[in-house]
């Protein structure tokens, strides 16, 4: 096997040219798969780690997914409001443990801006129930102030003190700056990991003085925790059937499978092209070693004269074929690694992804184990006809 | 030792089920002997060295290499045999594309242990010294690309690799028909003078027939194959 391999590589060597856009087309199609399958798993996790210890989100009669999407991930713009009357019954319910109220609406710098209480640092949890932690400063004591994301404050080197403005609407660019409105910066949070990071918290109280009146006209939606988990169902359904306000409650993990459900199909397609678009990668390859083989007849002839079986020219070629499709695989797989991870930052600010880092894993073995296959099945074809021509050619070369 | 290094007995040959195109009753060639093998294309000659050099199974009767009935072993024992035994030298495109000249004549040193058990004191001085008395010597040769050479060297390059690990028998088919002529005369000088010191036999099979004065021995095809030149298919 050992001569043979190298034999494989300096033949392959010297067909480099199309040897290298063969490997090429097959490295680009397996990052794109472990591409779409590191999103999948990654945004899975990303997602699944942003709430927990939240018994249920209420905001206006929506779908479930839309109100877990703005609420918590601050994707997409609540239909609606919901009243202050609806909010106050929730939290004075004596099966109500805290209440944590969200109003979005207003951006700094293409930053989202969350008007809510002081119980948000004590109440929201992400990953496995971690708290809110401080990494300077502290939680907004005035109107004037507020507490920054990990990321906003990184992204314009804001610290303790600096004076920031904030411009109503979401967009990059404000179209009229609340600029007689300034805010300090009281606290910064420490990294999550979530889209907390990518926030701006001031107080709700703030928030209506810059809009100019004493009191937020709604809220934007809540988040519960209800003293007993027996009771969540009840009064999600307590608040689904609210007669004086169109309401939707819903359970985060409950709301997150749903859109796992919705975001399955689409999944499943996408995993289903990139997995035909390495078999189109493969059959380039085979292509090209098929191609190669009306010239290389006489090699296989010299290698037969020097005492080569025919079963060595038959290796030679599904080494041949596996050494192709292993360093197209080894090379999409980390290139899916490095490009996503070069994306990171891109995709949390803009889509609200964070993957967390992670090296290549099973899935990616279980990837190239399966093109490295995949390529030896295919590579029998070649290695079968230049075994066949050995037998027949002999020594004497019928071209 | 004066025994025979090939010795044919009622060979016959066909290709598959085709019209017979050997068919020869006796010929004998003697350890160290140099023998030039005459005849047209298409007489059958091609399918000889096949079968001497153990690619092709004979039909019938007995065909014995160096004391060794070449048609009592499996296909993957004569391959090994003729990687160990027999060195071949191609009409032309003899030579591996990919590989220096060097590891061109190292070449038979990669599949037989024998080959390369041979050489003194290894393969790649042997190689050298094999380069140097070819005539292929200069300082960077070894390291060339075989693509780069002229047709005459590479026909040396294989000339050398033939001979590379002294293999008793060494097979010639129509090596200087490619080269004009003072290319072809000092090509069969060196041969010849390596294949004397090696002690090997030669078995050169060429349409020339001015070469005939230089062998030992000459054979027409016609008078040892039974089988008429317009019948034979190769």
Redesign the interface.
Known sequence: MKPLASLAVRSIWNRRGTATLTVFALAVSVMLLTGVELLRTGAKESFARTISGTDLIVGARSGPVNLLLYSVFRIGEPISNLSWDSYRLVENHPAVAWTVPIALGDSHRGYRVLGTSDDYFSHYRYGERRPLEFSEGHAFADEQDAVLGAEVAHAFGYSIGTDILLSHGIGEVGFHEHEEHGFHVVGILAPTGTPVDRTVHVSLEALAEIHGSEEMAGLTAFLVGMKSKDSVLVMQRALNEYRQEALTAVIPGVALQQLWQVVGVADRALFLVAALVVLAGLIGMLAMILASMGERRREMAVLRAVGARPVHVFLLLLIEAVLLAATGAVAGILAAHFALAGAASWLASRYGMFLSPQGPGLFDLLVAAAVILAAALAGLLPAWRAYRNALTDGLAVRT | MNEAALEISDLRFAYGAGSPVLDIPRLIVKRGERVLLRGPSGSGK?TL??IV?G??APGGGHVKLLGSDLGAMP??SR??F???HVG?I?QM???????TVLENIL??A???ACRRDRCSPNPVSEGRRLMTALGLSGADEATRRVVNLSIGQQQRVAAA?ALLGRPELVIA?EPTSALDSDLRDSFLQLLMAECNAARATLLFVSHDTSLGPRFDRQLAIHDINRVRTDEAS?
């Open positions: 091609s060295l096949g050099s690619v092709l296909a993957a391959d090994a003729r990687g160990d071949l191609f495109f003899n030579l591996l594309p990919y590989l070449l038979p990669r599949f037989s690799r088919d190769a």
